[in-house]
Structure formats: C-alpha cells, structure tokens
C-alpha cells in the first residue's frame, strides 16, 4: 500500500545566475556545447558497475567516439586524471524521449521522417590512473560526475596500449590506422609463449601462416609441427579463392617465404613431394626417454612391467658387448643419464624389440628366436648373448600372453620407420639422416615438420616430444655462447595442440607434460617460445593456460568452451566475451602480457600458400 504519511514541505531555492548563465541555449540557435570535451561524466545510480563511469556526449560528437576508444577523463573538482576504454556503446538516445516513446514508434512505423535531436552514450571502463609525468597506477577513486572526457588521437592511444609491436597481427577495430603487434625484441612476448584458437573457418591458419613469416622476418628460427600437411607449401604465393580478396582489400601481394625447409619422417609420404627443399630425417630411439615411450604406447599394467624389463636388459646387453661408436663417451654418458629427459645411452629400437622377442619365445617355452625375427641393427649378430640375457629376465617376468602384446606394441612402433634409419634412402631417393638440431636451427629460417603421414596419434605425439627435447637442447647451447647483445631466437608452432596434450591425457600421460612444462619454463629464459594452435581448446589442459600468456582468440561456437576461456583467460573483458561466438572470419581477441586491455583487431591474412584451405 502507498505510504499516507505526510511530507513535510521543502524550501525551494532559486538557483544562481552562473548556472543559469551555463544552462542557457545559445542565442543563434546552435547545438549547445557544454566546452571541447567529447564527453561528460553522469551521476552514479544503483545499477552503477564498479570500475565503470556513463559517458554522455552531443549528437555532433557521435562520429567520434568507437568501439574499444580510449579517453581520458579529468576528474572534476579532485583533479585526477583517469584512463578509460569504451566496454559499451556507443549508443544513441533521443534528447527528452525514452527511445521507446509510442511517437517514435508511431512514425518510424508509418514511414514519416521525424528523427527528434539526440545525444550519445558510452560504458568507459576505467583502466588507470594518470599522475601528472604519464605514469600509471591503479586507480583507487572514481571520477566525479560531470567531469570531462577527451578522446585519445591515434599516437596517444597507440602509446597507451604499447600494440604496435613489429610482429604484426593486424590492425584494431574501432581504431582507424592503429596497427597491433606483439614485439620480437622484448622477451616478455613470443618467449612466454602463445595460444592461438579457432573453429573451423574463423582464420586460424592462414594467421599462423602470418605469423611465421612476421616471425621469420625478425630473425627467428620458425619450426612448425604440422600434423595436416596444410603449411607445406607455404613457399608459394597464396592461391586460395577466400584468401585473395582479403589480401587484395589490405592492399597485400600475395608471396611465398623465402628459405624455408621441408622435414618429412623416412619413408612417409609428404603433402608437398614439389618443395624444392625436402629433407628425410629420422629420429634416435637413444633419445627418447623410456618414461614417455611407454606413456605413449599406452600398454597396461602388466605390459609397461615387460616393456621396462625388456629396455633395461637390452641396454646393458648393449653395454655388455660394446655395441658402441666410442666405450669411453658411452660410460660418460650412461653416468649423466637421466630417464625423465632422454633413453638409455647408443640403446636401438630394435635392440629393444629383438629383447622382447627372445623373452616371448623362452616363456612359450620355444628353443629360440627364428633368425627372420630378430634385426641387422639389433641382436641377430649375437644370438646366444641375446638368448642368456633373455632367461634372466623369464625369471622375473613370466605369462606368454602379455609379451606377445608387448612385443607387438613395440614391433608397431618399430614399423613406423620413424626410429634409427640414417643411412638408408626413402623411396623418392632421398638419404635418411639424423636430425643436427645445433645446425638445423639458425635466424630467419622456417622448417616444416610434415607429420601427416604417420597416422597414430601416439606415434606422431612420441615424434613431436622428441622434437621438443631436442630444440630445446640444442637452443640453450646456442644460448649459452652467444653475446648479451645477440642472442638466437626460436619459436615452435604446434598445430592440433589438442592431440598432443589433451585434458583427457594428462593423467595417463604426467612425464609427457611434466616434460612439455619444463621446456616452456626453461624456453621462456632462453628465447625459446611455443605457439599453441587448436581448434579445440576444450580438449586443453587447464595448465596449458597458465603457459601462455598470450592469446589470440578467433570465433568459437561453442559456448561452454568460451566459458571454460573465460574463467581461465584473463586480461579480457565481458563485452569481448560476448562477441567470441559471432566474430567474422578473421577477426580475433587479443590479451598479450603488456597489451593491456585485450583488443578486437582485424588479422592480416597470410600471403602464403596454405593446402586444404577451400
């Protein structure tokens, strides 16, 4: 019920004649200007938002304010000085009219043109505190009401958000003419690491693409894991019908890069067999480490127990009979070994798997090993070695049924070619060599690792961490002996990020990430720096977060994942989050450590060759 209570009568007081002088219109009719702010400051209401301030402006001020503008306002009566960013609008309200009045409606249905005055307002977050030499602090107050607002030009705001790095992403959304970028000189980018993430379609190639040649061009060693063969061409100028016009309307010619270098695994087929400059590698099984083979091989129980025993024993069999280049590097190096980072020291695939045979055929109670099973690289030259060191090991570990599955776990990694083969030739005839990572790796160059053809995912993701262990070693050497002023710079670019870490995996999988974090955290010192590139970022681990501090976030469709990004991504803003889900294709967010708020900006496209793309 309405309250009945009477209320006391209150005294008016006329109001003085400077404040009328204020509110007076102009005497020729103009638009009233209240000064040369582009904006004031209302009062607060209930439905006020902490870190928030409404901006109002004049209806000739409309054009200039945008989406993610910067201003600063100068608090009136305390003379503080604030730096906002638009979160919301800029929006138009009739002067004197709710925008929903029945007349407005009424004539916009009928057709008749009646557009009233009206004025515009903003949601400013407030970012900063501006102290009189430009320094910024927190802020810890709000402006008053009423106080003035001034749009930043083009070179304030580009010193104000510190985005035109010379690694180029593209330019900003609602900031004509300001370019953003990450920089290559400062360790606090590309060393510490970056996620880039996208459905299908949004552009998530082709700004990878870009980013490899930005990268390139500022003198770092590019390695690029790719698991769809989609960069194997990037050599060639692009081609493709939906990148064309793009690169046509940023007034880019399309280009393929320069010196750049094509690593297919042995005998596997490659997307791209018309590069100019394909090389055949193969991997050393003595430097993976037997922790994360076997995490990889995802045996059980009872065959991770037989895989270990047959490893051990085929490594001191190997020490036994000196099947080493060199005894003495061989001792050394079986007294530095440690089986968290690499394998048992000159130890072969094949060693391995002719152990593991030999034990098979002694618990089955077989006289020996048929010599068509063991191998030239293994112990065919030394049966009956092979077959003592075998029975030790039938001792402790019996039970036909689970060698037999070891052995065949063991015998599929073995066929994939992929360990152990230098010397031989590839069939397009091609030598098969070692991976040199100290000389494979220098300034300026791309290499392509095109790992489409092994189709195992656990075969490829054994490949990949090898990779890692190894560019990781042989950049804190070059590290180490370069100048303060010149150090090497190296960036690693894994695409399907999802398929080599997943959330699901982790906890089968704890030496393979405990491995991948240490390279992170050791790399980030060493101008080492991973990209994580995934259109499944779902599948990620939480962990994988906290690694990259950088983000470029492309359109995703799917809504609990953007909220999963949101409560594990920060430096983002609400408004943004609600854009993720419609951003158009080649659009993304960007939160980079010293680009502060994250930005909506317009990526370059690449203006190489991607395959798969139309």
Same mark, same amino acid.
């Given at each position: 019920?309405?309250?009945?209570?009477?209320?006391?009568?209150?005294?008016?007081?006329?109001?003085?004649?400077?404040?009328?002088?204020?509110?007076? &219109?102009?005497?020729?009719?103009?638009?009233?200007?209240?000064?040369?702010?582009?904006?004031?400051?209302?009062?607060?209401?209930?439905? !006020?938002?902490?870190?928030?301030?409404?901006?109002?402006?004049?209806? &000739?001020?409309?054009?200039?304010?945008?989406?993610?503008?910067?201003?600063?306002?100068?608090?009136?009566?305390?003379?503080? %000085?604030?730096?906002?960013?638009?979160? %919301?609008?800029?929006?138009? $309200?009739?002067?004197?009219?709710?925008?929903? !009045?029945?007349?407005?409606?009424?004539?916009?249905?009928?057709?008749?043109?009646?557009?009233?005055?009206?004025?515009?307002?903003?949601q400013l977050a407030i970012l900063s505190e501006v102290d009189k030499d430009g320094n910024v602090t927190a802020p810890l107050l709000r402006p008053r009401p009423n106080s003035k607002v001034k749009l930043l030009d083009l070179e304030q705001t580009r010193v104000a958000l510190h985005c035109d790095g010379d690694l180029r992403l593209g330019q900003a959304i609602g900031n004509p003419g300001l370019e953003v970028g990450l920089q290559s000189r400062e360790k606090h980018h590309i060393p510490r690491h970056t996620l880039v993430v996208g459905t299908t379609g949004a552009g998530k190639s082709t700004c990878v693409a870009a980013l490899v040649e930005r990268l390139a061009a500022a003198g770092f060693c590019v390695l690029v894991i790719d698991v769809e063969g989609e960069y194997t061409a990037i050599n060639e100028p692009a081609d493709s019908k939906g990148i064309l016009p793009a690169l046509k309307a940023r007034g880019i010619a399309p280009a393929g890069l320069n010196n750049t270098y094509l690593l297919v695994p042995t005998s596997i087929a490659t997307a791209n067999p018309a590069h100019p400059h394909v090389r055949r590698f193969c991997l050393d099984f003595a430097n993976v480490s037997p922790l994360i083979a076997l995490e990889l091989l995802q045996g059980n129980d009872a065959q991770s127990e037989r895989f270990h025993a047959a490893y051990d024993a085929a490594g001191e069999l190997v020490t036994q009979l000196g099947l080493v280049p060199n005894r003495e590097d061989h001792r050394q190096a079986l007294v530095a070994w440690d089986d968290q980072e690499s394998g048992y020291p000159n130890l072969k695939l094949a060693h391995v798997l002719d152990m593991a045979e030999a034990v098979s055929a002694l618990v089955a109670n077989d006289e020996g090993v048929p010599e068509k099973f063991l191998h030239g690289d293994g112990?065919?030259?030394?049966?009956?070695?092979?077959?003592?060191? &075998?029975?030790?090991? =039938? %001792?402790?570990?019996?039970?036909?049924?689970?060698?037999? =599955?070891?052995? /065949?776990?063991? &015998?599929?990694?073995?066929?994939?070619?992929?360990?152990?083969?230098?010397?031989?030739?590839?069939?397009?005839? =091609?030598?098969?060599? !070692?991976?040199?990572?100290? =000389?494979?790796?220098? /300034?300026?160059?791309?290499?392509?690792?095109?790992?489409?053809?092994?189709?195992?995912?656990?075969?490829?993701?054994?490949?990949? !961490?090898?990779?890692?262990?190894g560019v990781?070693?042989?950049?804190?050497?070059?590290?180490?002996? *370069?100048?303060?002023?010149?150090?090497?710079?190296?960036?690693?670019?894994?695409?399907? *990020?999802?398929?080599?870490?997943? *959330?699901?995996?982790?906890?089968?999988?704890?030496?393979?990430?405990?491995?991948?974090?240490?390279? $992170?955290?050791?790399?980030? %010192?060493?101008?080492?720096?991973?990209?994580? *590139?995934?259109?499944?970022?779902?599948?990620?681990?939480?962990?994988?977060?906290?690694?990259?501090?950088?983000?470029?976030?492309?359109?995703?469709?799917?809504?609990?994942?953007?909220?999963?990004?949101?409560?594990?991504?920060?430096?983002?803003?609400?408004?943004?989050?609600g854009r993720l889900k419609n951003l158009p294709t080649g659009q993304a967010i960007v939160s980079a450590h010293g680009i502060d708020p994250a930005m909506l900006v317009a990526l370059d496209p690449g203006r190489c060759k991607l395959l798969m793309v139309d």
């Open positions: 019920m309405p309250d009945t209570k009477e209320v006391p009568d209150l005294e008016v007081k006329p109001l003085p004649e400077s404040v009328w002088g204020q509110l007076a &219109a102009p005497e020729d009719g103009a638009p009233w200007q209240p000064d040369d702010s582009d904006g004031r400051t209302l009062f607060d209401t209930p439905h !006020s938002e902490d870190n928030t301030v409404l901006v109002v402006f004049p209806q &000739a001020r409309c054009e200039q304010w945008r989406s993610q503008a910067l201003a600063h306002v100068f608090s009136e009566g305390d003379n503080r %000085k604030y730096l906002g960013q638009v979160v %919301k609008g800029p929006y138009a $309200a009739p002067n004197g009219l709710p925008a929903t !009045s029945p007349l407005l409606l009424a004539t916009q249905i009928e057709g008749t043109l009646f557009t009233p005055p009206y004025h515009g307002w903003v112990f065919r030259d030394h049966p009956k070695e092979l077959l003592a060191k &075998a029975a030790q090991v =039938k %001792k402790r570990h019996g039970h036909t049924a689970s060698w037999r =599955k070891t052995v /065949g776990l063991i &015998a599929t990694l073995y066929r994939t070619g992929l360990f152990d083969r230098a010397g031989q030739r590839a069939p397009d005839g =091609k030598e098969i060599t !070692s991976l040199d990572y100290s =000389k494979m790796i220098e /300034g300026g160059r791309v290499l392509v690792f095109d790992m489409h053809g092994i189709d195992a995912p656990q075969h490829r993701n054994l490949a990949i !961490s090898d990779l890692l262990r990781m070693e042989a950049q804190s050497e070059r590290y180490a002996k *370069a100048p303060p002023d010149d150090k090497p710079k190296t960036a690693i670019i894994i695409e399907e *990020a999802h398929e080599l870490v997943s *959330a699901e995996r982790v906890k089968q999988m704890p030496t393979l990430f405990a491995q991948i974090q240490r390279i $992170a955290r050791r790399g980030r %010192k060493r101008w080492l720096g991973l990209v994580f *590139a995934t259109q499944f970022p779902q599948h990620l681990p939480g962990e994988l977060f906290t690694l990259c501090n950088n983000r470029i976030l492309l359109r995703l469709g799917d809504e609990p994942t953007i909220q999963r990004l949101k409560h594990s991504v920060g430096g983002v803003g609400d408004n943004l989050w």
